[in-house]
């Protein structure tokens, strides 16, 4: 049967890949925010070149640099939400290393206790 510690080191470990996943996906949703941004800015100085592709389909220019800053607005959404789940797996993450720490040193303590104890034990039958 695994200990209180065991258990605990193991939900250290869980919640810390927790957190590195919500951090990889945050820096996925700011790179395609990225992403969006330089294809709008493409886009409009790609347009105010008057390009005669641009000349011919107007709507087609304008519907894709909309489309790029709502892709670019809604991937900064997303990794805004992500953000708040990082910092709820942080605190988790603290909490449960807290309560691992304490654990241990309990353990040991317990530990030296009955070592003394055994000690004590010893020096009267010796």
Do not use: C, W
């Not at 605990?8 to 590195?20: D, I, N, P, R, S």
């Not at 304490?102 to 000690?119: G, K, V």
Request: proline share 2%; charged share 35%.
């Amino acid at each position: 049967m695994a200990s209180r510690r065991d258990r605990l080191k193991k939900l250290v470990v869980v919640q810390e890949q927790l957190k590195a996943l919500h951090e990889t996906r945050h820096a996925g949703f700011v790179a395609q925010a990225i992403a969006a941004e330089t294809e709008a800015h493409a886009l409009v100085e790609s347009f105010g070149n008057s390009t005669n592709t641009a000349q011919l389909f107007p709507d087609l220019y304008h519907r894709r640099i909309s489309s790029a800053q709502a892709r670019k607005q809604h991937n900064l959404e997303l990794a805004s939400a992500e953000a708040g789940r990082i910092a709820t797996a942080t605190a988790r993450t603290n909490m449960v290393e807290r309560a691992y720490r304490e654990e241990r040193r309990r353990d040991e303590r317990d530990s030296a206790d009955r070592e003394r104890l055994e000690i004590i034990e010893r020096k009267p039958s010796a």
